[in-house]
């Protein structure tokens, strides 16, 4: 980071939309904050996984437009889906933040880049490299699916998932 990040006017608090909203989805705590933006928020793309990340890559090489991508690695504890290289990926194609069900690496370098980052944990081993997996799914973890284009909210207190416009209720 080159410097104190200045408050996103366009971010609400978890607490007030847990208050305020009654289709909002609160992701189980679970979830460890590793990159440097503790407050994030965008509309989801998701992947699902199994320790394996060129899908990740792949992703975070896209613009990002502010999204946060959301990577089902199915809770597993025998990788890391994302280390720093792709963090700064993220961070320079203009991702709002990357929440993994699964571990990352890298946990010091994470901690300096400008990308909201959520993990199960932190894994020194680096992921198969077979390229398998699925875009555009809904990925459940947490206690809470998560369909492409819900908006999620991270700071905090937690992570709460509001359904896409096209969902909502």
Known sequence: MTG??????????????????????????ILRDYGGRPRFHGPAVTLRVQDDNPLVRAALEEPGGGRVLVVDNAGSLNCAVLGGMLALLGTRNGWAGVIVNGCVRDAAELATLDLGVRAVASHPRRSAKRGLGERD?????????IHPGDHLYADEDGVVCLPAPDRAS
């Open 137 to 145: 799914v809904p990925v459940t973890f947490a206690g809470v699916t």
């Open 4 to 29: 104190p990040l200045l408050p996103d006017p366009t971010f609400t608090p978890t607490t007030d939309l847990s208050d305020a909203r009654p289709d909002a989805a609160i992701l189980a705590p």
